[in-house]
Structure formats: C-alpha cells, structure tokens
C-alpha cells in the first residue's frame, strides 16, 4: 500500500510565512505528478500549486508570485513554500500525487492565517 502524508500546517499572521512537505512512501515504482489542494470552509476543494516529473510547475493565479512547489524525486517528496500568507489562504491543505499510475491522496494539513 502507498500513502502520502503532509506536514507543516499551523496558524500564522497574515503576511508570515508557512512550509508545507508531504512525503510519499510504500512500495512505489512510479512517481508522477504530485500537487497541493486546499479546500476552505464551504468551499470546494481547489487546485493550488502542481509540478510533474519533469519539474514543470502550474499555480492558481490566487498564489502565484506568493508560493513555491518544488519535489525531490529521490526522497519522494513535494514542499509548499507560502510566503506572505493572507486570512483567504486559511484552508486545510491536501497533497496529493500520482503513485504507480493511481492518484493518492492525504488527510491534509490545517493553514490558519489570522488578520
């Protein structure tokens, strides 16, 4: 069985910063696309920053030129960087990744940014 967990979530003051990693781990022979979700409260879930195996990289237009995704292929891993964090980025944030070609998901991580 393969899982990916996440980790790095907390309450923040807007404008402060948050770094979020998510580790895949199991028996994986194929690591694809992994990315980062978040759904906020009464919202649907929506896509916040994704990245392929070849590194190339797609942000919601709400965050970009604010966040980072990034992966290490080796270690099996995606991060968020979040700098200058505002209140509307307060969700629980999911990581997700295509793992021997089946798309995982985690249990997600709170983000609070407090105004």
């Known amino acids: 069985q393969v899982h990916v967990v996440e980790s790095g979530g907390g309450l923040v003051q807007a404008g402060g910063t948050l770094r979020l990693s998510c580790a895949a781990s199991?028996?994986?022979?194929?690591?694809?696309?992994m990315g980062w979700y978040r759904q906020a409260p009464g919202k649907q879930r929506e896509m916040v920053a994704d990245?392929?195996?070849?590194?190339?990289?797609n942000y919601a237009d709400s965050v970009r030129d604010r966040f980072t995704i990034s992966r290490d292929n080796a270690k099996r891993t995606v991060s968020l960087q979040m700098n200058s964090l505002k209140p509307e980025d307060t969700a629980v944030y999911y990581c997700?990744?295509?793992?021997?070609?089946?798309?995982?998901w985690g249990q997600g991580t709170q983000v609070t940014v407090s105004s």
């Open positions: 199991g028996s994986i022979f194929s690591l694809g696309f």
């Open positions: 990245i392929d195996s070849r590194g190339s990289t």
């Open positions: 997700c990744a295509d793992l021997n070609f089946r798309r995982v």
